[in-house]
């Protein structure tokens, strides 16, 4: 019943722009720390960008650092990153995750293993 549904990837030119959107239904999201996670073929799933429950504190993998921007609508149950000046090294299937726990959910820890629930991911194509 709890889901994370990510949305707004796609094919896009070096050095434009692109918004993904995650979704939250059958939970409030308000209660979760949500992380952005990329995985390209052959790479392992790395953290893109990490925001606390609140939204007070945010972490960014240096490679995004700048270029992309993590926000959150806990009234819309919604999670965004905004992602400017896209490299083609920035294509690969980006994944919402959600940190519930009581210990790590008012930080932005951006690791795979503190991550609770996953969604299914959206493709991000940098390509000209």
């Known amino acids: 019943q709890l889901q994370l549904v990510e949305s707004g990837g796609g094919l896009v030119q070096p050095g434009g722009s692109l918004r993904l959107s995650c979704a939250a239904s059958?939970?409030?999201?308000?209660?979760?720390?949500i992380g952005w996670f990329r995985q390209a073929p052959g790479k392992e799933r790395e953290g893109v960008s990490c925001?606390?429950?609140?939204?007070?504190?945010?972490n960014y993998a240096d490679s995004v650092k700048g270029r992309f921007t993590i926000s959150r609508d806990n009234a819309k149950n919604t999670v965004y990153l905004q992602m400017n000046s896209l490299k083609p090294e920035d294509t690969a299937v980006y994944y919402c995750?959600?940190?519930?726990?009581?210990?790590?959910?008012?930080?932005?820890?951006?690791?795979?293993?503190?991550?609770?629930?996953w969604g299914k991911g959206t493709l991000v194509t940098v390509s000209s």
């Open positions: 059958g939970f409030t999201l308000e209660r979760y720390a």
């Open positions: 925001i606390s429950r609140l939204g007070g504190s945010t």
């Open positions: 995750a959600a940190d519930r726990s009581l210990f790590t959910r008012n930080q932005a820890i951006c690791v795979r293993e503190v991550m609770d629930y």
